[in-house]
């Protein structure tokens, strides 16, 4: 069993702020390490302390620019298993490319697979993820994965601020999470029945399955976009009878197309936690409410650092 003096964790340029926020819930300073890219785009990294031994936790969500923040994560893995660090779990708050899951048409690639690939020939140990697009990613690897989620921390946010109504899933794909909260929340479900129009961002709502009528309603998903889903499940189910339309998304990806057409939607409210920096830039005007996954990832690593049960962490 490791000591606590063996924990550490470090951050690559994705999002250090949650990196630091997740060291001071475990009260311990963030490693010391350079990650730059050179002229050339070449990226070059090296530990600036000891690691030889220790349980290092790298912290490196694939925001934007996303396949600079993959390559910034694979090399620090390298590096870290070069300098003799006695585990290394990469932890990657927000998994992208979890859309390409699968082969659903012809000659295309399973980028979600491939990214694993490449995490596990790397020398990542473990992977401590949060909310990934499919459960099937987990598969993809060899080596063991903790997935956890954040939408028990942004259910508690709607329940200490508003009465929640009814919980809406804006696809098929994603009732189980968002029954998931409508059974934490003691409340009925509703399901947006739609289309994709071919390998474009845009999406034909058709029709609710639940009733809406009379109800708060709130959208639940893993990730918000381009904004088109939670736009066309809202503009659905006010048009079904509901009173109101929020929505409780995990990842706020939010590039700056989708920020336009949320900021100017009928969804009176979103909530997102902090798996990704936020562009403040592309959120002016919204009302956004960020929530934090700091302490959720500080137990999981704590828990496993000291060989604990993570799956307790979600036992009511």
Not at 13 to 28: F, G, K, R, S, W
Not at 51 to 57: E, L
Not at 210 to 218: E, P
Request: some cysteine; overall charge negative.
């Amino acid at each position: 069993m490791y000591q606590n003096s063996d924990l550490r964790i470090f951050s690559g340029n994705a999002h250090q702020a949650l990196a630091t926020d997740v060291c001071q819930y475990l009260d311990i300073e963030p490693g010391a390490v350079e990650v730059f890219q050179f002229s050339n785009e070449n990226i070059f990294v090296r530990f600036q302390e000891n690691i030889r031994g220790r349980d290092v936790f790298l912290v490196q969500p694939f925001s934007s620019p996303v396949n600079q923040n993959i390559m910034e994560l694979l090399i620090m893995i390298d590096a870290a298993k070069r300098a003799s660090a006695g585990r290394v779990t990469a932890v990657v708050p927000y998994y992208a490319y979890g859309r390409t899951d699968k082969k659903d048409q012809p000659r295309v690639p399973i980028t979600g697979r491939l990214i694993a690939d490449l995490i596990q020939v790397a020398g990542a140990e473990r992977v401590l993820t949060i909310d990934l697009h499919a459960g099937q990613i987990q598969g993809f690897f060899s080596i063991p994965v903790d997935e956890l989620t954040a939408l028990p921390l942004i259910a508690d946010y709607f329940l200490d601020t508003d009465s929640a109504g009814v919980v809406v899933a804006p696809d098929v794909g994603s009732t189980k999470r968002a029954r998931d909260v409508a059974e934490r929340w003691g409340e009925p479900l509703a399901i947006i029945e739609k289309r994709r129009l071919g390998n474009s961002d845009r999406t034909e709502s058709v029709t609710v399955i639940g009733d809406v009528k009379g109800r708060k309603a709130i959208i639940v998903d893993d990730e918000v976009n381009t904004g088109g889903s939670l736009v066309a499940a809202a503009e659905t189910v006010l048009e079904h009878g509901a009173t109101s339309v929020s929505a409780a998304v995990t990842h706020p990806v939010l590039s700056e197309p989708g920020s336009g057409s949320l900021r100017n939607s009928v969804i009176d409210q979103l909530v997102v936690s902090d798996t990704l920096p936020i562009d403040n830039k592309n959120t002016d005007g919204m009302n956004i409410r960020v929530v934090s996954v700091a302490p959720l990832l500080g137990e999981a690593i704590r828990r496993i650092h000291f060989n604990r049960s993570v799956g307790e962490m979600f036992q009511q």
